[in-house]
């Protein structure tokens, strides 16, 4: 079965500062991955999705994520914090092909310092 | 894209009662999936509604529990039955961008505390 594993539940940057948020899926077949952000108090929403094209994904709000393969990651990186990203993020994995069915992994929840 | 509206958008509720809550999409579409949100964790699929069929359950949730109506296109309920307080979660529903990719489209969610 598709898992995604988020590592760290918690991230703290500083404004300004380089955002890494990890995830790695658990797949022998490259699946379509996903970040989506959930903003307090709000749905989530997609940041950026990975459909077996670019290796690197670039996103909204000035977020990217390249698919390794031969590391089975999905990290989510912004070269410079803002204090707007502060939020929670999802990593997820379609459970398949041709579904719209995700997988989500734990979350990790950003913030960010001025 | 599609924007989906969800009724209520937060109660609170007795032991042993159940509520249903409401999700409105502004656009018609095949499949809308219900997700719960427990505090502090992902989220977790329920169901997946289908119009015209009986949704299809999750390993560990049960119709009797979560029932859902799909009677159109557009709007689904979901119903939490006989809540216990470790129903409290954020419910939530979401539809597929239509293209069997995984993009989905979520609406705010629900947040239900049972006391």
């Known amino acids: 079965a598709q898992s995604v594993t988020q590592l760290g539940s918690h991230v703290s940057v500083s404004e300004g500062a380089l955002v890494l948020l990890r995830c790695n899926y658990s797949?022998?077949?490259?699946?379509?991955l996903f970040w989506y952000v959930q903003y307090p108090n709000q749905g989530l929403q997609l940041l950026l999705k990975?459909?077996?094209?670019?290796?690197l994904v670039k996103g909204i709000n000035g977020f990217e994520a390249e698919f390794k393969k031969s590391e089975t990651s999905f990290h989510l990186t912004k070269p410079s914090a803002h204090m707007s990203d502060a939020a929670e993020y999802f990593c997820?994995?379609?459970?398949?092909?041709?579904?719209?069915?995700?997988?989500f992994g734990t979350g990790t929840r950003l913030q960010v310092f001025p | 894209s599609a924007v989906i509206s969800q009724k209520p958008s937060r109660d609170i509720c007795q032991r042993g009662t159940s509520l249903t809550i409401q999700c409105q999409v502004d656009?018609?579409?095949?499949?809308m999936f219900w997700y719960r949100q427990q505090p502090g964790q992902s989220l977790t699929l329920i169901a997946t509604?289908?119009?015209?069929?009986?949704?299809t359950y999750e390993s560990g949730f049960v119709i009797d529990k979560f029932p859902i109506s799909r009677p159109n296109l557009t709007f689904s309920t979901l119903t939490v039955s006989n809540m216990s307080p470790e129903d409290s979660s954020i419910y939530l529903c979401?539809?597929?961008?239509?293209w069997g990719t995984g993009e989905l489209f979520f609406g705010e969610g629900s947040r239900l505390t049972v006391l």
């Open positions: 797949s022998s077949v490259p699946p379509y």
């Open positions: 656009s018609q579409v095949t499949m």
């Open positions: 979401s539809v597929g961008g239509g």
């Open positions: 997820a994995v379609t459970e398949g092909k041709n579904t719209d069915k995700l997988i």
């Open positions: 509604a289908n119009q015209g069929s009986e949704a």
């Open positions: 990975y459909t077996s094209a670019a290796t």
